[in-house]
């Protein structure tokens, strides 16, 4: 029987400093790699919901989505976004290394309740979509 070497696979190399450090960048950082729109939007709404439920003491939904991470400035029509970016480089021996980007989309809506939150993500060059 033979063993294939180490060096047969191939390795990919995650960055996620295009997230961003607010607490739904970090998180955002541990759902990314095996995304799924369905989970993860569960996913997202469960940690908004219970950071906000926790967070909250009185002050507006506007100022508690921010400190999350998100741009809170339209208002009018209750609606906060994010967007943030990762890549990764995925290496393989005999083959071109392959360098990916995908942005990450989260609209938080609290014009209502329970709150609308919906997470897409989008490939914006390279890497293998799935």
């Not at 021996?93 to 360098?99: I, L, V």
Request: charged share 25%.
């Amino acid at each position: 029987m033979t063993i294939p070497s180490a060096r047969a696979f191939q390795s990919i190399i995650s960055n996620y400093d295009g997230l961003g450090k607010s607490p739904l960048g970090l998180r955002l950082q541990k759902i990314v790699p095996s995304w799924s729109d369905r989970l993860s939007n569960i996913q997202l709404k469960d940690f908004v919901q219970d950071y906000a439920h926790k967070h909250a003491n009185g002050r507006p939904i506007e100022s508690v989505a921010s400190e999350i991470g998100f741009d809170c400035q339209n208002k009018e029509e209750k609606t906060c976004n994010y967007e943030g970016i990762y890549t990764y480089d995925l290496k393989m021996p005999g083959s071109p290394d392959q360098r990916a980007a995908i942005e990450i989309s989260v609209i938080l809506n609290y014009s209502a309740e329970p709150w609308e939150i919906h997470g897409s993500r989008k490939f914006l060059y390279g890497g293998i979509e799935n």
